[in-house]
């Protein structure tokens, strides 16, 4: 059931991916209202993170359009765009600094104007199963999947409204990816957080309860000569 | 400096006994050196006869258009080799690096020239070419280093990047790690001079200045001023270097333009 318009946080229309040159998706429309999640489904290959690339105003839009709240990245612009429509990277990233520094980053940069809220990040890390963590530690050292769930919980902190999520538990051992998996569940309850997902199995998006888009129809084809 | 003992042809032919001494060695040895050696030692007499020539004639001229135009083609022949055999390179880095030499060396060598020497007339050969040269060894070097150690950030650590973009930094503000590194890449080199100079070498030009008799406090005073200029020329050209590069990488949107680094020829 398609919600009614006015309810519609993240719209795509007509939207074409490009990657290295070769355009690999065209025609593509959807729309996402608050609090829904959208999974991205296809082949290896048919361009579902270079489409999550382009949704997070990391690659260029080469045509089509993206809104969000009716008004296009450049509208709200690009840097607060990448805050609100966040991606999280398949794999953890994160700099050689303290636990702390590492979630309080984005909030160093000159587009934020709130200071970093160390409730909340208590609340995300125990949420997370990380509430042994020092806050001093490096969190390097971490296994990847406590790595994961760092970058999952610096994610949340900047409060976007919709998440990327480029198979977010991949590799990840079942317990992290247990705990990402009901961290976004429960954020999209209590926050109403939106999210499109590409997952590594069918599975996924049914735990999480996305609807899924096929991606297959949208595969780009030479026009005819 | 009348103390000057002049080096004669004959002198220069002694010394170039030495060098057949090597080339003898060598080729018993069977070490297979001998025609580099000799190419070596023909390249330095060609090369060095004709700066001196050119030298020369560009004293005797006295005409400042003819200085600016070989401070000039010095910048050229700086910034090209500045680029020599980059692992990765951009489009138009040559002329940023034109621009960033040109620049730095300008400001730091006129500066010292005019408010420190005080030469008279500004355009005096005898001071300006060979400080400029001077200047310009160095700050090509730093702008190498700094340019490779950009380039190698902003590629291989490209979702460093990319993870600081999507977390609401700016084009700017995500360029501040590899730049930072980048800088200190190119800083590093001379300031290990300065930590040691005078301790583990003397410096080419003050031994060349004490050997053609000048007072020992006098060129440790010039060498000071030289170490001062090379440091602020090469932080000045690897800077200028390093932002003009990041700005062309990144979009106005604030998006890193990966498919402009290219990968070295």
């Known amino acids: 059931m398609n919600p009614p318009a006015e309810s519609s946080l993240f719209e795509v229309r007509s939207l074409a991916v490009e990657a290295g040159g070769r355009c690999l998706l065209s025609d593509l429309d959807f729309r996402i209202s608050r609090g829904e999640g959208l999974a991205l489904s296809g082949p290896s290959g048919i361009g579902k993170s270079s489409l999550l690339r382009v949704l997070a105003a990391l690659d260029p839009i080469v045509s089509g359009r993206i809104e969000l709240h009716g008004s296009s990245p450049a509208d709200h612009g690009i840097v607060r765009y990448r805050r609100r429509v966040n991606l999280l990277f398949q794999k953890p990233l994160l700099f050689?600094?303290?636990?702390?520094?590492?979630?309080?980053?984005?909030?160093?940069?000159?587009?934020?104007?709130?200071?970093f809220p160390e409730e909340r990040?208590?609340?995300?890390?125990?949420?997370l199963g990380l509430a042994d963590k020092s806050q001093d530690a490096d969190p390097r050292t971490f296994s990847v999947g406590e790595q994961q769930r760092v970058c999952?919980?610096?994610?949340?902190?900047?409060?976007?409204?919709?998440?990327?999520?480029?198979?977010?538990?991949?590799?990840?051992?079942?317990?992290?990816?247990?705990?990402?998996?009901?961290?976004?569940?429960?954020?999209?309850?209590?926050?109403?957080?939106?999210?499109?997902?590409?997952?590594?199995?069918?599975e996924q998006a049914r735990r999480l309860g996305a609807r899924t888009l096929s991606l297959k129809d949208h595969r780009h084809r030479k026009p005819a000569p | 400096m009348n103390a000057t003992l002049d080096v004669g042809f004959l002198d220069l032919l002694l010394a170039l006994v030495l060098i057949l001494a090597s080339g003898l060695i060598s080729f018993l040895l069977r070490l297979e050196l001998e025609k580099r050696l000799a190419l070596g030692a023909a390249r330095t007499v060609v090369q060095l006869l004709l700066v001196g020539w050119l030298l020369k004639f560009i004293f005797n001229l006295q005409s400042p258009l003819a200085v600016l135009a070989l401070?000039?083609?010095?910048?050229?022949?700086?910034?090209?080799?500045?680029?020599?055999?980059?692992?990765?390179?951009?489009?138009?880095?040559?002329?940023?690096?034109?621009?960033?030499?040109?620049?730095?060396?300008?400001?730091?060598?006129?500066s010292v020239t005019s408010l420190v020497i005080g030469v008279e007339p500004w355009y005096?050969?005898?001071?300006?070419?060979?400080?400029?040269?001077?200047?310009?060894g160095n700050s090509m070097n730093g702008?190498?280093?700094?340019?490779?150690?950009?380039?190698?950030?902003?590629?291989?650590?490209?979702?460093?990047?990319?993870?600081?973009l999507s977390l609401g930094a700016s084009a700017w503000e995500a360029a501040r790690r590899p730049l930072r590194e980048a800088l200190r890449r190119g800083m590093i080199p001379i300031l290990n001079t300065m930590m040691v100079v005078g301790i583990v070498s003397l410096p080419g030009m003050m031994t060349g200045q004490i050997l053609a008799g000048?007072?020992?406090?006098?060129?440790?005073?010039?060498?000071?001023?030289?170490?001062?200029?090379?440091?602020?020329?090469?932080?000045?050209?690897?800077?200028?270097?390093?932002l003009l590069t990041a700005r062309r990488l990144f979009s106005r949107d604030h998006r890193l333009l990966r498919e402009k680094i290219l990968r070295g020829a």
């Open chain 1, 96 to 115: 050689e600094m303290s636990l702390r520094e590492n979630l309080a980053l984005a909030f160093g940069y000159s587009c934020c104007e709130r200071s």
């Open chain 1, 121 to 127: 990040a208590a609340e995300l890390l125990g949420r």
């Open chain 1, 152 to 202: 999952l919980a610096r994610s949340l902190l900047i409060e976007p409204e919709m998440l990327l999520l480029d198979e977010p538990t991949s590799a990840l051992d079942p317990e992290s990816a247990g705990f990402v998996e009901s961290l976004i569940r429960e954020e999209r309850e209590r926050r109403n957080l939106a999210f499109i997902l590409v997952a590594h199995d069918r």
């Open chain 2, 71 to 110: 401070l000039g083609l010095m910048v050229i022949v700086a910034s090209r080799v500045a680029l020599g055999r980059p692992s990765r390179r951009v489009r138009g880095a040559g002329w940023l690096a034109f621009l960033s030499l040109a620049a730095s060396a300008t400001l730091t060598t006129f």
């Open chain 2, 124 to 136: 005096e050969p005898r001071y300006l070419i060979p400080l400029m040269g001077m200047v310009l």
């Open chain 2, 143 to 164: 702008i190498s280093l700094s340019l490779d150690a950009l380039l190698e950030r902003l590629s291989e650590r490209a979702d460093q990047v990319e993870l600081e």
């Open chain 2, 214 to 242: 000048a007072d020992p406090m006098l060129a440790v005073k010039y060498q000071i001023l030289i170490m001062f200029m090379i440091a602020a020329a090469t932080s000045l050209g690897a800077m200028l270097m390093s």
